[in-house]
């Protein structure tokens, strides 16, 4: 999804080359179900916790199958993860993370060359930006004007093939404002036309796949009455702000970007007055095409939501029914909509099956929550 064809290889092609051939095989390693036609692994990380809101919540893919994301222990503390393309797990926490409930470390994006990118909870309940290496060093940085009060901090979310890193940073104030770290360390930070300067408005962006390799930034802005609005920045720092159809105006409501593909299209779930999610599709030239998955429910909080976009166009996410209960989908490039949802998902309200992104080889991942509230991470393949 952040890596399609014509981006550049990694000094370690030759491995990851040889590493994509194997993935499929490693596959295998894990408990396996098929269903449906597709084949599920589950992926739940040695020293997750196995209580309710405890679990295993893979969120980033690259090209080559190296998954990342974050599980949350018996403690409730929150820990990184990278399961690579051979199906080994490694568990990482940043420096100066936190090790106390409901805190600690948040990974994200990852990018073709293994590098992992997300931030951290310190002891005084500040976020703090974090670059892993491929080697498992971890850098850890805060973009300039970043507030150190608790509630505050620095989000680092995206990551692309260059190495830059964009996200949101919360200043002294609560108001959030966007950034674009580069390779070297230096920062460029903005703010959406629009964007309100009250606590809990600003620039904001979402996870993983809001900045693409040619440097464009998705996200969106809370104005002053709190609503929502879609943004994309070009590399030289050119705004283009949109709302789009079925977008309500009033406070919580209207569009918010989840993910850019290479090409420029971006993919958003709204909310319209009714409080009710649709997918959207937002084309390069500007133009809007909505769409609702079968059996989504119509109520308040019910509805459709896109979870990214992939570069050729497909879109993974999952929908909420009449029940509150969430089911996967996957839409292709051509519109064509399937539904699916995990063998030992639970059918409880806000029980059920959350897919996250997807990759170039037909491997989705996500995960589901069972009976018990208890998370665990999969994979999906054709």
Request: charged share 15%; net charge negative.
């Amino acid at each position: 999804m952040r890596n399609g064809p014509g981006h550049v290889e990694s000094p370690n092609s030759s491995y990851r080359k040889t590493a994509l051939c194997l993935a499929l095989c490693a596959l295998l390693m894990g408990p396996t179900t098929i269903a449906n036609g597709l084949k599920f692994t589950t992926l739940d990380v040695p020293g997750a916790g196995t209580g309710p809101g405890q679990g295993t919540f893979p969120v980033g893919i690259n090209a080559v199958g190296e998954i990342t994301g974050w599980y949350i222990d018996e403690n409730d503390v929150k820990h990184g993860f990278l399961r690579t393309a051979l199906g080994k797990i490694e568990t990482f926490d940043a420096p100066g993370a936190a090790q106390s409930p409901k805190l600690g470390t948040f990974s994200f994006g990852i990018n073709l060359t293994g590098e992992i990118t997300g931030f951290y909870w310190d002891a005084d309940i500040v976020q703090h930006g974090f670059l892993r290496t491929p080697q498992g060093t971890i850098l850890t940085f805060d973009a300039p004007g970043a507030g150190t009060e608790t509630g505050s901090g620095t989000f680092a979310a995206n990551i692309n093939i260059e190495g830059e890193i964009a996200g949101t940073y919360t200043d002294v104030n609560g108001v959030s404002h966007g950034f674009l770290r580069f390779p070297n360390g230096v920062f460029t930070t903005f703010d959406a036309p629009g964007a309100g300067t009250g606590s809990g408005q600003g620039t904001m962006m979402t996870l993983p796949d809001n900045l693409n390799a040619a440097g464009e930034i998705s996200g969106y802005y809370k104005d002053e009455n709190n609503a929502s609005h879609g943004f994309l920045r070009s590399r030289a720092g050119a705004f283009t702000v949109f709302d789009g159809p079925n977008a309500g105006t009033g406070p919580g409501q209207g569009p918010i970007a989840e993910g850019i593909r290479a090409a420029g299209a971006i993919v958003l779930d709204t909310i319209d007055a009714n409080n009710v999610y649709h997918g959207v599709l937002r084309s390069p030239d500007g133009r809007f095409a909505t769409f609702d998955v079968p059996g989504a429910g119509t109520g308040h909080g019910q509805g459709t939501l896109p979870s990214t976009i992939d570069d050729v166009g497909g879109i993974p996410g999952f929908y909420i029914d009449a029940n509150t209960v969430s089911h996967g989908f996957f839409r292709t490039h051509l519109g064509v909509i399937s539904t699916f949802d995990l063998p030992g998902a639970g059918t409880g309200s806000g029980q059920g099956t959350f897919p996250a992104s997807d990759n170039l080889g037909g491997t989705l991942i996500g995960w589901y929550v069972d009976a018990y509230n208890v998370a665990h991470g999969f994979l999906r393949q054709p």
